[in-house]
């Protein structure tokens, strides 16, 4: 198909669309039966904007926290919030928190205060040594999640080689080569939509768990040149953005906070970004089958940066339940919910249609430049 015959459309008159109520807004999934049924040139036609969503497990996330002044001053220096340690940065209140401190969003979001305890050093400008205060979130002046992963092109598929139960980064897997986790739902994922997050850049809006975050540029382990399909994406993991968004308009029930055996916090949350179909490539990129779709199998029991792989399986196989490595027959499980995406990609494509979430092309893109610098002797 020549993708150069679809007419191409301008960031002015999608917001038009939607500002006149008349933005057109499909499903991943929705886009591509219709593409499906009545070809992608007509379903181009009939569409603006398609919405895609993930809800993914991460260990990559921090708590940026503002408080306010305390009388007597104090300068931070040793902090606990809720019995996580939190690094106290400058000569105000501000905080950061690890990802341990993900746990302290679920008191937060459901109306709980939690305990703040910190000590000062005592200097005439910052006479105060000690402060303990209950903090709730409308006590946190400015506060931010940061998701240096929130946002990457494809996942992976875990398995193992090692006998009895493997606790990995993406939950346990049973071994050897009985069970395999993946980390992406492919093609109603946000990266697979959207191959090489080509329309995601620092200032584009996306949907955080209710509420609206910004992209701040290239995330950790970016990765712009993967290997690719003859379609365009991404064979592994490609390019990544990172993404903040205020602690105040997050909405519970579409983050989940939990700790993985041998590797600690993570969190669940759910993430939806529009894809404005600006072109017959952009078209195309969307209405991609998770036939046409494949993620890597790796071995996550050999403990080294470069792990064997095993190829690529297709999205259909890992969906139905079941893949095939050298041979062996084995139960794939998913590690994200289908379910938090499916719910967090209707309620941006409300928002699209109602006009309350703001839809722009990037100003500028996520960048050419890797972010896998290994760190070898």
């Not at 875990?158 to 006998?163: H, P």
């Not at 297709?314 to 995406?341: D, K």
């Not at 100003?363 to 050419?368: E, K, N, V």
Request: hydrophobic share 45%.
């Amino acid at each position: 198909m020549n993708l150069t015959t679809f007419l191409p459309r301008t960031e002015a008159e999608l917001r038009r669309r939607q500002e006149d109520g008349t933005l057109r807004v499909r499903q991943a999934a929705e886009f591509r039966r219709l593409a499906q049924t009545v070809g992608l040139e007509e379903a181009y036609g009939q569409t603006d904007v398609v919405v895609a969503a993930s809800a993914e497990f991460t260990s990559h996330a921090s708590l940026h926290l503002s408080l306010g002044p305390a009388d007597p001053p104090i300068r931070l220096r040793e902090v606990q919030v809720g019995g996580v340690p939190a690094l106290p940065g400058g000569a105000g209140a501000d905080l950061v928190l690890p990802v341990s401190g993900a746990r302290l969003l679920k008191e937060w979001l459901a109306g709980r205060s939690v305990e703040l305890t910190a000590s000062g050093e005592g200097t005439p400008l910052f006479p105060r040594r000690e402060l303990h205060a209950a903090l709730r979130l409308e006590d946190i002046g400015s506060g931010q999640l940061l998701l240096p992963r929130a946002i990457t092109e494809n996942g992976v598929v875990a398995i193992s080689s090692a006998e009895g139960l493997l606790h990995t980064p993406y939950g346990a897997v049973l071994g050897p080569r009985v069970q395999a986790l993946y980390t992406c739902s492919g093609a109603d994922s946000i990266g697979l939509a959207m191959p090489g997050l080509a329309l995601l850049g620092p200032g584009s809006p996306v949907l955080v768990a209710g509420a609206v975050g910004w992209v701040v540029g290239p995330g950790g382990g970016h990765q712009p040149q993967p290997r690719r399909l003859p379609n365009g994406h991404a064979r592994t993991p490609g390019a990544v953005a990172a993404v903040g968004v205020d602690l105040h308009g997050l909405q519970g029930r579409w983050l989940r906070v939990g700790a993985l055996e041998g590797h600690g916090d993570v969190l669940l949350v759910a993430i939806a970004a529009p894809v404005p179909l600006i072109d017959g490539a952009t078209a195309a990129g969307a209405a991609t089958s998770n036939r046409s779709l494949e993620a890597p199998v790796l071995d996550v029991a050999i403990p080294r940066r470069l792990k064997p792989s095993f190829g690529g399986v297709s999205y259909s196989a890992l969906r139905a339940g079941w893949i095939e490595v050298e041979g062996r027959r084995l139960r794939a499980l998913p590690a994200h919910s289908t379910r938090l995406a499916m719910e967090i990609g209707d309620e941006l494509a409300l928002q699209l249609r109602e006009g309350r979430f703001p839809l722009r092309l990037p100003l500028a893109p996520l960048g050419a430049r890797s972010g896998l610098r290994p760190l070898d002797p």
